[in-house]
């Protein structure tokens, strides 16, 4: 078995706890958590730790803190030359201490603690300094996914951007469509097979093919009364500026 | 059983075509298509006119073609006093010939040529100026759709600008973090799952629970190095416009 340290109590943390617990080639052997209460439901609290200065021997040690923490606690670690990833996507992993081995393990899905998540779905992004470490990444990924990736920092952090595209800011135009709803009185339900159609689309066209609406369609009569219809100034700033960038998009070959 | 012509050739006159062809309660009688050949695969070619002088004797008068067009079938249809409806989302009932009886049909959905859609899923919007008009339109449309409302010119433009947002823009995002991936050479099958997840998170959740990201965490540092990672000059001011949204609406209470 591959002996894993998380380090970390967080909603990533929880969901890779639940996830190695399925796997047959990984075992968790020791969760650092700051509050043990945290993470006491998810595994045996002998297991739980919270003095760096007990961290157990591991052949991998996982930081699942928030990014501006991941050199607090690299900084702490009380040993030298291990193997030690963390799972940020916009960490390089030469801004980090090299005290240890460094890596990357990157699970790019958005993670909710109350939403469970197949993890073999989701894909994996690993960074190591050298092959053998790579390896060992390679093995501990594909025990709980099926789509692992090898990625170095600068396409990790263009993963990351394009990240806060489509969930971050997508999710925002959600709920700008949900208040446009609200302030008129329709029901939000009404969108829901809408946005999951949106979504299938671009499982199977590139989103310039999927691409439909008046702003690549040039019909300037109905952008003329969606922007009057729109009072909200923030709303109708959003509305021209994406109309815009369509429009301009549709022109380049 | 309720006769319906349909009026018009593209995508969504398409799915209706197929979608009755399924009911037990309607029959597409008649498709009017200036194109007879867009059609002749989906329906008998003796069902199929080009001349408003031919229009079968129907319950209902179905018009689905693009929205400027609409105001034009309307004063070419050689009868008074029948329901015709549209299915745009966009078209006010009052902006269109009193000739006949009229009424909305809006299915609320993103349609393609080449991809198949379950009909029982699509919510259909209903409004008519009577109620007997109103009964039958609910019929039909609930001979097709398990979600049927009744939704007046105002909500109907609300719901259709709020679709602008959640598919056209959503839709947006997805090409510009495309583009993002395919500058950096990192394949987009990897933001695949995280697409889908964004969307399903809001079948449960409302976006503004769903939210995460730098920009509502005030993530300074990585706001920053995204914005200075972005040359792209659109892309870089769109990432601008969207997290001071999100960092705005964060404030309301």
Redesign the interface.
């Known amino acids: 078995m591959i002996k894993v340290v998380l380090i970390g109590s967080g909603n990533v943390s929880h969901h890779l706890i639940e996830a190695f617990a399925k796997s047959k080639k990984v075992e968790v052997t020791q969760v650092f958590s700051r509050q043990k209460d945290a993470v006491t439901h998810l595994l045996d609290s002998n297991k739980i730790t919270d003095d760096y200065n007990n961290l157990a021997q591991a052949d991998l040690y996982i930081i699942a803190v928030s990014?501006?923490a991941i050199a607090k606690v690299l900084s702490q670690l009380p040993f030298e030359n291990r193997l030690v990833v963390h799972t940020s996507g916009?960490v390089a992993l030469d801004a980090l201490d090299k005290k240890n081995r460094k890596g990357s393990f990157y699970p790019?899905?958005?993670f909710?603690k109350n939403?469970t998540?197949n993890f073999s779905?989701?894909?994996i992004?690993l960074e190591s300094e050298n092959e053998t470490d790579f390896e060992l990444l390679e093995k501990v990924a594909q025990s709980i996914s099926d789509?692992v990736?090898k990625?170095n920092s600068?396409?990790r952090?263009?993963?990351?951007?394009?990240?806060?595209?489509?969930?971050?800011?997508?999710?925002?135009?959600?709920?700008?469509?949900?208040e446009?709803?609200e302030?008129?009185?329709?029901?939000f339900?009404?969108?829901?097979?809408?946005?999951?159609?949106?979504?299938?689309?671009?499982?199977?066209?590139?989103?310039?093919e999927?691409?439909?609406?008046?702003?690549?369609r040039n019909?300037m009569?109905?952008i003329a009364?969606?922007i009057a219809?729109?009072l909200d100034e923030?709303q109708n700033?959003?509305?021209k500026?994406?109309t815009q960038?369509?429009q301009?998009?549709g022109k380049k070959l």
């Open positions: 990014d501006d916009s790019l899905q958005t909710s939403k998540v779905q989701i894909p992004c789509t990736f990625i600068e396409q952090k263009a993963l990351h951007v394009s990240a806060v595209f489509v969930n971050n800011f997508v999710n925002h135009l959600y709920q700008m469509g949900n446009i709803c302030a008129n009185k329709v029901p339900e009404i969108l829901k097979p809408l946005i999951l159609e949106t979504a299938n689309k671009v499982m199977s066209l590139s989103p310039k999927a691409q439909t609406g008046p702003a690549i019909d009569q109905t009364s969606h219809f729109l923030n700033n959003i509305y500026t994406l960038s369509i301009n998009n």
